[in-house]
């Protein structure tokens, strides 16, 4: 996969990202019964974070997972993924730090998929916003892309850079031999990150803390074990996650059947978020005359943490169409999730979450 720039000159700054992280996981951590360590921001020779004696190395914002030798600056870059039968296998979720599962018309659910720390060539078939995704990818205060919509100029009042299809920005095109159209459009990212704007060019802070590792995650130590989580969006969806000790991971499965990407990669999450959320129907109709569903994505609500074989029970609260989900234990401690992806389930309120 292609790395578009070189961020030598501005390492510091990534590091100086990771460095918040940790503070914010260290803070959370000890809000659960553990000590704050003493920090020293940076180590003197190195210029890396430091904890006491240990060096701490920097780390990607979205998925707090150190960045090694590549600490490459660029703004997250969030991208409207289609979840319709047709639209299966997607390709480049795989590559996702972070993907939100929304539902649209119909009860089909749809995902905003936020790409930092990796950069795949191709992803898609790519689709059109809707009313609930200036709440989503706001926060990142980066780019979105999506091949058109009602609700372009809400995401630009939000902060994001806009690459719209139907506006003739690049990197979009049809893939043949995949699905016939709508089903067909598709992008690449180099692209899209070689169009941002200088406004829209530094990393994105961070989305949720995470902890230094797995096994101190708050679900882990704080939570109970489980092995499978479904999650009932609507009538039409019904995803399932099931724990995978061997690879740390959750895998997905789609009405029943395991997930994966066109590249035939098994869809994994290392932390499944599900929020319980408002979900109305707005006056706005699509093509076919159904009604465009909103999520509230405000205010706060309940939550479950599912992390490392366990589960946990929380609260969300977001303060703002600009602000991160912030989640938190019934103590209201800040909850740390395990270092790697996350996807966020937006399930109605009127809907549950079964765990076994």
């Not at 991971?249 to 029943?256: K, M, P, Q, V």
């Not at 159904?290 to 509230?296: L, Q």
Request: glycine share 10%; net charge negative.
């Amino acid at each position: 996969m292609s790395q578009p720039g070189s961020a030598d000159s501005r390492r510091s700054l990534v590091r100086r990202t990771g460095w918040v992280a940790l503070v914010a996981a260290s803070m959370a951590l000890a809000g659960c019964g553990g000590s704050t360590p003493t920090a020293d921001p940076t180590d003197a020779a190195t210029g890396t974070p430091s904890v006491g004696d240990e060096q701490v190395p920097a780390s990607w914002p979205l998925t707090g997972v150190p960045t090694g030798d590549d600490a490459t600056v660029r703004p997250a870059l969030s991208v409207k993924i289609e979840n319709s039968k047709e639209a299966r296998p997607q390709t480049g979720l795989e590559h996702a730090d972070i993907v939100w599962e929304e539902v649209v018309e119909g009860g089909i659910t749809r995902f905003v998929a936020v790409y930092h720390s990796q950069v795949p060539d191709e992803v898609g078939p790519v689709r059109s916003n809707r009313p609930m995704d200036p709440r989503i990818a706001g926060p990142t205060k980066g780019i979105i892309a999506f091949s058109g919509g009602m609700y372009t100029q809400q995401l630009r009042d939000v902060g994001l850079q806009v690459l719209s299809m139907d506006e003739g920005a690049p990197g979009f095109f049809r893939k043949s031999g995949v699905a016939p159209a709508p089903h067909n459009v598709y992008g690449k990212p180099p692209l899209w990150w070689d169009a941002a704007d200088a406004s829209h060019s530094a990393s994105p802070a961070e989305q949720f803390v995470f902890a230094r590792s797995a096994d101190q995650a708050t679900a882990v130590t704080a939570g109970t074990a489980a092995a499978t989580v479904q999650v009932t969006m609507s009538n039409a969806s019904t995803p399932s996650w099931s724990w995978d000790a061997g690879s740390g991971t959750w895998l997905r499965s789609e009405a029943g059947a395991p997930a994966s990407s066109r590249a035939g990669v098994r869809l994994a999450a290392t932390n499944v978020v599900v929020l319980r959320v408002e979900v109305v129907n707005t006056e706005d109709r699509d093509p076919a005359g159904a009604p465009v569903p909103d999520t509230k994505l405000a205010g706060s609500g309940e939550a479950l943490v599912v992390t490392g074989g366990h589960t946990l029970v929380a609260t969300w609260t977001k303060a703002s169409d600009t602000a991160p989900v912030v989640l938190t234990t019934a103590a209201g401690v800040t909850i740390t999730l395990a270092p790697g992806n996350t996807w966020v389930e937006l399930m109605p309120s009127n809907r549950s979450w079964a765990v076994s």
